[in-house]
């Protein structure tokens, strides 16, 4: 097969999904673009950017002796939106690479070729999202049967999916409702712009560590008197 200088694929969502644990899951599967190419700097991901981020509960600093570390960490909810058309890339091992290890698809036959495999283990794309997304959930539910059903993958020129309110009294405060989209020129290039700031931290004193620390010895000391 005569060399080709560009490859076409397609983003695999499928790959990663980002869950609070509680009310959402979200397809997140990205791929940088080759590092020897674009900088890492510029946060480029090839097919896919961040819509928007939401900030579920912000994380918690604790002081003690002068020394801040954070006690918990903020939990996000971040969407991203994917492009539906194949995105054409340099021939370079680092993409061949993601598409043997499925992180990113084959969008074309040749481009399937020129990573080395077999033409007849060739898969359409619409079919192969649609095996991977049913083998994502079936992993997924295998670890927490609790989690709800993942949603379906934001793509480009797409309305977001309205934003999951977390269950009352789990301490969390409501979430936004759905994150405005990216524009298309956009959809390429992150930023750090793209991603929206998360509150102040809550900060804990180490004053406030030690009346805690006070209240925890003393509900054990009535606990073992009961």
Sequence with gaps: MAWQQFLFVLPNPWTGIDTDGRT????????????AIVPIAERSLVGCSIAGVEILQAARLQTVKGVTVTSSPAIQR???QYDREPTRVMNTSWYREEIKKGHLIAATLDTYLACGMK???FVEPAKLLADLRAAAIVEMLASNPDMPEPSEPLYVGEAPVEAVKPPEGSGNPPVSGGNPPVSTEAASTLTDSALAPAPAPEPVTEANSAEDASDSSSSTRSSRRR
């Design 24 to 35: 959402y899951a979200d397809p997140a599967g990205h791929v940088i673009h080759d590092p």
């Design 78 to 80: 971040t969407r991203f």
């Design 119 to 121: 033409p007849d283990e």
